[in-house]
């Protein structure tokens, strides 16, 4: 059964096309998927995200759990509200999923992931959470809206009591606080400044309609897809999962190989990062006419490798795509598209980043 989110009847209200993601009647766009992306790049746009899962973690040995459940250090968790993505993996370590840890009390962690990989992440969580006495609560009691744009944050504070705008005014990026009764974290998943915010879902339509009354546009996951590819944003399932380590997905840097911690998967990437990977993540620009897609492969001087994540990016003008090819000199790289080579540049991601196309793109 496909399964709505609260906002469900306001999407339909704004006339937004829905479809199915993951199992849950999601809005792909509301009329125009790229005005929806330059929305986010020049102004400020908002997302439903609220098919994520929120875990709330209870117990004296949260920290424990977490040290050994993630692949990145929760060391760096040190200030409440502040946040840590991280990789979650499987002992031979292939990505369960990637997440977001919040950092509340010594005894208190919030933790989101995504919603196709929900019921096998609750299920993973909470067996390990039974080993170290935790307690773990999902929060589908949130609504969760992203509003992101270089105006997202002064339109969102503006909706705020004078005491909770000026808490949140103060957030660093990737730090969160309550505010008004809402969490609002200064994430997001498009190459822009901005907020996650949950709020209870007593309160969700108010103040979806309140962002609308201050100019935020609903955008639908369409938009939210071309912004995080251009991004360099990894999606799950698409550009890594369990087959794929963190240092072949271009997430090295979520790995933290600090002294005498024992999280799962550790063996596996030593190995890795001793021996080095065989498969590398690459950008790819295509500066002649058409689309680069899922699917298609790539030429490279070190061997043969395949597109994960692809589409033309309406901020550069041109087909973008994340590439997994074989590790070494890729060299001169080409592209089959119908069965026709086509060139394409190997370029350094992110492609964009707040509103500007990053140099060499």
Not at 121 to 127: A, F, G, S, T
Not at 294 to 321: D, M, N, Y
Not at 330 to 336: C, R
Request: glycine share 10%; with cysteine; proline share 4%.
């Amino acid at each position: 059964m496909t399964r709505k989110t609260i906002y469900n009847e306001t999407h339909r209200a704004h006339g937004a096309k829905m479809v199915d993601f993951g199992g849950w009647d999601m809005p792909i766009h509301y009329g125009s998927q790229i005005e929806e992306h330059h929305q986010v790049r020049r102004d400020a746009g908002m997302f439903d995200v609220s098919h994520m899962t929120v875990l709330d973690l209870h117990g004296a040995r949260v920290r424990p759990l977490l040290k050994h459940l993630v692949a990145n250090s929760v060391a760096k968790l040190a200030k409440p509200g502040k946040a840590l993505y991280a990789c979650m993996l499987t002992e031979s370590g292939g990505v369960i999923d990637d997440l977001i840890v919040y950092f509340m009390t010594e005894d208190f962690f919030r933790v989101v992931v995504n919603a196709a990989t929900r019921d096998k992440d609750l299920p993973w969580i909470e067996k390990h959470a039974a080993d170290f006495g935790v307690t773990v609560t999902e929060r589908r009691d949130l609504a969760m809206v992203a509003v992101q744009g270089p105006n997202a944050r002064a339109k969102v504070i503006g909706l705020l009591s004078p005491a909770a705008a000026q808490a949140v005014g103060k957030l660093g990026k990737f730090v969160a606080c309550e505010a008004d009764g809402k969490f609002v974290a200064r994430t997001g998943y498009t190459g822009e400044d901005g907020f996650e915010i949950m709020v209870p879902e007593t309160q969700a339509v108010e103040f979806w309609n309140r962002l609308v009354v201050a100019g935020v546009k609903p955008a639908g996951l369409g938009a939210r897809d071309t912004l995080r590819l251009e991004a360099g944003m990894a999606l799950y399932g698409q550009d890594m999962d369990e087959s794929v380590s963190p240092f072949e997905a271009g997430l090295a840097w979520t790995v933290a190989l600090d002294e005498g911690r024992d999280f799962i998967g550790r063996a596996a990437l030593e190995k890795q990062n001793a021996n080095g990977v065989p498969r590398q993540m690459i950008g790819l620009v295509m500066d002649d006419k058409g689309v680069l897609r899922h699917g298609q492969q790539v030429f490279t001087a070190a061997g043969a490798g395949e597109i994960l994540s692809g589409t033309f990016s309406p901020t550069i003008g041109k087909a973008i795509a994340l590439a997994r090819v074989p590790a070494g000199d890729v060299g001169a790289v080409e592209v089959d598209i119908r069965g026709k080579r086509v060139p394409v540049r190997a370029v350094k991601y992110p492609f964009v980043r707040e509103g500007m196309i990053q140099d060499g793109i």
